[in-house]
């Protein structure tokens, strides 16, 4: 089952603007975690929150996340051509790591 | 240089052949995955292994089988049972502490 769901499902912005992407999910997690996708190939891991936690940084990156809300959300400053991509949240329930659990992903493109 | 192979790329079936696709890892990490992935959509997990010669189902496990003889090996086999095989395959790995996966480059399966 999908428990993630990252919103929009497709952003275009200029290069050198700030990216947000948002991410809903449904039951108790351990941590989320956030992965990127150029097209055709494997997922690559960004960042990791752990449930304890509010705020990540990493690099560019940004992450916040709201257990009381059930929400996630990525944001990537001055964005890059390079940063063109699919985006997907996945939480992890944890408790016997029975797989990550993905969004369908935000389609992000970086107008040059 | 530590990661997962996947093989082949590309893989064509033929309709009621039984295909088997490879992923090896040498990160010595106890947990493998593998995921399918339709276009558009987020990853559902067909089979998961925490240690060898054991594995569990996964949300979409009808149709599929795996092995995990091996530490480093965790082969899927795509049944003809699998009435809707056409998708891209994504194989994982994790060290088993709830940290983030390291995902293959992928293995595209058409039938044909």
């Known amino acids: 089952s999908q428990q993630g769901e990252e919103d929009p499902q497709a952003l275009s912005i200029q290069e050198g603007e700030n990216a947000t992407m948002n991410c809903s999910y449904k039951?108790?997690?351990?941590?989320l975690q956030w992965y990127r996708q150029n097209s055709g190939r494997g997922l690559v891991h960004l960042i990791l929150?752990?449930?304890?936690?509010r705020e990540k940084h990493s690099g560019r990156l940004r992450v916040t996340l709201d257990t009381s809300k059930k929400s996630s959300s990525l944001l990537i400053t001055a964005s890059r051509a390079a940063d063109t991509a699919s985006y997907f949240c996945?939480?992890?329930?944890?408790?016997?790591?029975?797989?990550?659990?993905f969004g369908k992903g935000t389609h992000l493109i970086i107008q040059p | 240089d530590g990661g997962i192979t996947q093989s082949p790329k590309y893989l064509f079936r033929k309709e009621g052949q039984n295909v088997t696709l490879s992923c090896e890892q040498n990160?010595?990490?106890?947990?493998m995955y593998w995921y399918r992935q339709d276009p558009g959509q987020g990853l559902r997990l067909i089979y998961y292994?925490?240690?060898?010669?054991?594995?569990q189902k996964g949300d979409i496990a009808e149709g599929y089988s795996v092995s995990r003889e091996k530490k480093e090996s965790f082969p899927l086999t795509v049944t003809s049972a699998q009435k809707n095989p056409t998708a891209f395959y994504l194989c994982?790995?994790?060290?088993?502490?709830?940290?983030?996966?390291?995902f293959g480059s992928g293995t595209r399966l058409t039938v044909v």
């Open positions: 996945a939480t992890d329930r944890g408790g016997g790591a029975d797989g990550l659990t």
């Open positions: 292994s925490q240690i060898v010669n054991d594995f």
């Open positions: 929150i752990r449930s304890n936690e």
């Open positions: 990160l010595n990490h106890d947990a």
């Open positions: 994982a790995a994790e060290s088993g502490t709830g940290g983030s996966y390291t």
């Open positions: 039951t108790s997690i351990n941590n």
